[in-house]
């Protein structure tokens, strides 16, 4: 088994200290994006005449066969190999001989793993946005199919006011897009190019940085070569995004998760994302959305490994930050799962309108309509507010309806009543009533799925 640096020393490393610091077994997955970086990097060192275009040439060809074996899965990684730069170096020179050992001229594994790492994020971010936005389509379609349903509304947990169904759907889409924007942000910053930074102060090789990065597609190119190997902000910011996300997954998944008790009875959550108990027959426990839920914990634990890991370290490169891996991976690969569930959760996702009829007539809702009725006559806010008020304990204590008090009982509250206010004790009247930006009226609920069929439309 070959290293890099083995000349150094004048005996093998102890086969435990191996087993604790090789890092092939999660890096593998980097084995794509090393190869990708290798051949910009050979194809410059060939252009600038640091080693000869023929050799340039074989670096390139014996590297695009690595490529095609891992991209069919036909590579073999060796699990005694430190790392992958190591496995990608071992596997070159059996397909080219000696001239391998010129690939890694100009260049250390600290900045080459800042590339590696780099070109990761910016296939599996760009990713996780798309799935975003599949979600998003999955949550208009599923408010659009149900644009007419009108659903009660809580604060504390209770009982507040009745929106459309499909105007609480929007504040997930709405929770999704600042979700993307600050996903695309993080890209901004990974969009930078590390290689050449060698171990920390340059080279003093003729290389052309800027040529590797047109070459890899990057828009620009880091300036400071200490900060090019020790920086891991980017992966900080890009965790921190999914972190915020998967809260957001959490909350959807609670108020799905009520809503489908029997207590609630709004919706039916499709059997293939649920499971039945092993004691009791009738159960149809919502797993998928509480597993969500839970996996969201591991989004804020990888966010925190990687802060603490982060936060003592002296520049430049230390070994610690081999270690900002598992989490990164860790953090893409749940949050690709669970926005391709809830996908395909709200595809399936089912209302149950006539339970919902029975939820939404309960006077309670609206008081603020009653109220906005006294100010339109000119109440002060306060007085309309304290009316309403003593309206509603009254009514409680007596066992007696709002829409059931005379207009003699009505202005005896406040002689701005007329008969006319029991028409909006009415959960569509409700709904149309509201006037303001942003509402839940129907006219402007309907024109933001529109406006986001086409916005997504577009992405998707």
């Not at 926005?339 to 939820?359: D, G, I, P, Q």
């Not at 009982?409 to 006319?420: A, I, M, S």
Request: hydrophobic share 40%; with cysteine.
């Amino acid at each position: 088994m070959s290293k890099f640096w083995g000349s150094r020393f004048e005996k093998s490393t102890d086969k435990l200290a191996d087993n604790f610091s090789f890092s092939i077994s999660y890096d593998c997955r980097l084995g794509l994006y090393d190869v990708i970086g290798s051949i910009a990097h050979a194809k410059m060192l060939g252009e600038k005449k640091i080693i000869s275009k023929k050799e340039s040439a074989q670096l390139i060809s014996g590297l695009k066969k690595i490529g095609k074996k891992i991209e069919n899965g036909n590579f073999q990684y060796d699990v005694n190999a430190e790392d992958i730069h190591t496995n990608i170096q071992q596997e070159l020179k059996q397909i080219i001989g000696p001239i391998a050992d010129k690939l890694h001229t100009a260049r250390s594994r600290n900045d080459l793993i800042a590339l590696d790492i780099r070109l990761y994020c910016l296939i599996e971010f760009t990713l996780i946005i798309d799935l975003i936005a599949k979600l998003q389509k999955s949550i208009i379609d599923f408010a659009e199919k149900n644009k007419d349903i009108i659903i009660p509304a809580y604060t504390h947990l209770q009982s507040a006011q009745v929106v459309l169904l499909a105007h609480h759907m929007l504040a997930y889409v709405e929770m999704l897009e600042r979700d993307k924007e600050r996903i695309q942000d993080a890209l901004n910053r990974i969009d930078a190019m590390p290689l050449g930074s060698c171990a920390l102060s340059g080279t003093s090789l003729p290389i052309d940085r800027s040529f590797v990065s047109k070459y890899l597609g990057f828009s620009k190119t880091t300036q400071n070569s200490i900060d090019s190997v020790s920086d891991r902000d980017f992966i900080i910011e890009a965790i921190s995004s999914l972190s915020i996300l998967g809260m957001h997954f959490s909350r959807f998944s609670e108020d799905l998760i009520i809503w489908a008790t029997k207590e609630f009875n709004f919706i039916d959550i499709d059997s293939s994302m649920c499971t039945g108990s092993s004691i009791m027959p009738h159960k149809k426990n919502p797993d998928i959305l509480e597993l969500i839920r839970g996996e969201t914990a591991g989004l804020y634990a990888n966010l925190n490994n990687i802060l603490v890991l982060t936060k003592g370290l002296p520049l430049t490169y230390n070994r610690d930050l081999q270690l900002d891996k598992p989490p990164l991976f860790n953090s893409v690969e749940k949050t690709k799962i669970m926005t391709a569930l809830l996908t395909k959760l709200f595809r399936t996702l089912k209302v149950k309108k006539e339970s919902l009829k029975n939820h939404i007539y309960d006077e309670c809702f609206f008081t603020v309509d009653i109220m906005e009725y006294l100010i339109k006559k000119g109440v002060p806010y306060r007085l309309a507010h304290d009316t309403v008020g003593k309206m509603v304990r009254t009514c409680l204590d007596k066992g007696k309806s709002l829409k059931a008090l005379s207009l003699d009982e009505l202005q005896k509250y406040n002689k701005k009543f007329n008969e006319d206010v029991k028409e909006l004790i009415d959960p569509y009247q409700s709904v149309k009533n509201k006037q303001s930006l942003g509402s839940t009226n129907p006219k402007m609920v309907n024109a933001q799925i529109k406006k986001w069929k086409k916005v997504l439309n577009v992405r998707i």
